[in-house]
């Protein structure tokens, strides 16, 4: 299982971000995708998760009605559209992926497989 998130940078309180973790087909197809975070000396944190097959969507707290997950199987991408950013959100965001047979979470440590992040800096 092979995931790239991409699309971070420099953004102000306020603005938008959309990242993309690409994954394969197969992959899409048969893991649910979570989206985390790790802040500098803090813990990494679920963010948000897609299971595509279902079609369900799960939000940490925090998130929840600032963030949106979706995910394209055919274009082998799932992305976190996120708004109202604030510099709390400031972390190197990640995306990975375990067997869809056990479904979503937002715990991070369940996830076998994930690859390199983007960092997300929200500053003025």
């Known amino acids: 299982v092979q995931l790239q998130a991409s699309g971070g940078g420099l953004v102000q309180p306020g603005g938008s971000l959309r990242l993309s973790c690409a994954a394969s087909?197969?992959?899409?197809?048969?893991?649910?995708i979570l989206w985390f975070r790790q802040a500098p000396g803090q813990e990494r944190e679920g963010v948000s998760c897609?299971?595509?097959?279902?079609?369900?969507?799960y939000y940490g707290n925090s998130m929840r009605g600032r963030f949106t997950i979706s995910g394209d199987i055919a274009g082998d991408t799932v992305y976190l559209q996120m708004n109202s950013l604030k510099p709390e959100d400031t972390a190197v965001y990640y995306c990975a992926a375990r067997s869809s047979g056990v479904g979503c979470a937002l715990f991070p440590s369940t996830f076998p497989y994930w690859g390199r992040g983007t960092l997300v800096t929200v500053s003025s």
């Open positions: 897609i299971d595509l097959r279902a079609d369900r969507t």
């Open positions: 087909r197969s992959t899409l197809e048969n893991y649910v």
